[in-house]
């Protein structure tokens, strides 16, 4: 059974830095596009960055200059290094991952329990 596991979040004031973290586990043939979402309280999820297995990164307007979103395929863990950080970053921040589960098959879609950041002062 494959899982997405998050790490990294919590309160950090304005103008700091956090990393997230999140590891796949179980058993899969490979990882497709990785990448982080956020969800404000009250608001639907949106996209903040996603990078292929290839390594190219995608970024949201809104985080751009500000975020870096990068992996370890090795380690089948992506990362989102958050700096500068605003109040209007506070979210829950989930992971995603497209992963197919044998190399016959398409990628299926993974999502983390989420992992919450307050940037607060």
């Known amino acids: 059974q494959v899982q997405l596991v998050e790490s990294g979040g919590g309160l950090v004031q304005p103008g700091g830095s956090l990393r997230l973290s999140c590891a796949a586990s179980?058993?899969?043939?490979?990882?497709?596009?990785m990448g982080w979402y956020q969800q404000a309280l009250g608001k639907q999820r949106e996209l903040v960055a996603t990078?292929?297995?290839?390594?190219?990164?995608y970024y949201a307007d809104s985080v751009k200059g500000r975020f870096t979103i990068s992996r370890d395929n090795d380690k089948n863990t992506v990362y989102l290094q958050m700096n500068s950080l605003k109040a209007e970053d506070t979210a829950v921040y989930y992971c995603n991952a497209d992963i197919a589960l044998w190399s016959w098959t398409l990628p299926v879609d993974y999502w983390g329990q989420g992992t919450q950041v307050t940037v607060s002062s």
């Open positions: 179980g058993s899969f043939s490979s990882i497709r596009t």
């Open positions: 990078i292929t297995a290839g390594g190219r990164p």
